[in-house]
């Protein structure tokens, strides 16, 4: 499954760039987030609870991050584990662009997603609309939080 979108952010590129490494900002942000560690300068580990359609579960997973086109963009892989309900694993891409005489930036992603055990059964249509949904939540809260931050 593959999900892109693009969101305008009232901030300077470099404070979004900086606010999207920072796992505090991220486990605010993250849905269903109860931890998130820094265990490298690019990897992170975390615990998430997410229900989709009737299974709830709690995931362990880890991500690495590849920050090779900052600060205009960068990279990221991960997978997390959520015992008999299944697994998750893919990445994204992340575009920074300023825009507005660089008061504002314009953040572009494009994520692939896989998933695997028993939240495969649940169908595409379910699990297409439920990540839709997480991911517009994380990105709604990140640009709430990062707007605020640079007033």
């Known amino acids: ?12 590129k470099d404070h979004v760039y900086r606010s999207l490494n920072d796992p505090e900002i991220l486990r605010q942000c ?3 987030c109860e931890e998130l560690d ?9 615990k998430v609870v997410l229900k989709i359609g009737p299974v709830k579960a709690r995931f362990a997973g880890a991500v690495t991050l590849d920050r090779a086109g900052a600060p205009d963009a ?15 694993k893919g990445g994204a891409d992340v575009t920074l662009t300023e ?15 896989e998933i ?8 595409s249509r ?9 991911s517009a939540q994380f990105f709604e809260r ?10």
């Not at 695997?116 to 169908?123: F, R, T």
């Not at 990140?142 to 007033?151: D, G, H």
């Open 1 to 12: 499954m593959e999900l892109s979108d693009e969101i305008r952010i009232t901030a300077p």
């Open 30 to 32: 993250i849905p269903g």
């Open 38 to 46: 820094q265990v490298s300068p690019t990897e992170l580990e975390a």
């Open 74 to 88: 960068f990279s990221l892989e991960g997978e997390g584990k959520g015992g008999v309900a299944g697994f998750a």
């Open 99 to 113: 825009a507005a005489g660089g008061t504002e930036t314009v953040l572009r992603y494009t994520a692939k997603v």
């Open 116 to 123: 695997g055990g028993k939240i495969a059964q649940l169908g």
């Open 126 to 134: 379910l699990i297409q609309s439920t990540a839709s949904k997480l």
């Open 142 to 151: 990140f640009a709430e939080l990062v707007t605020v931050e640079a007033t």
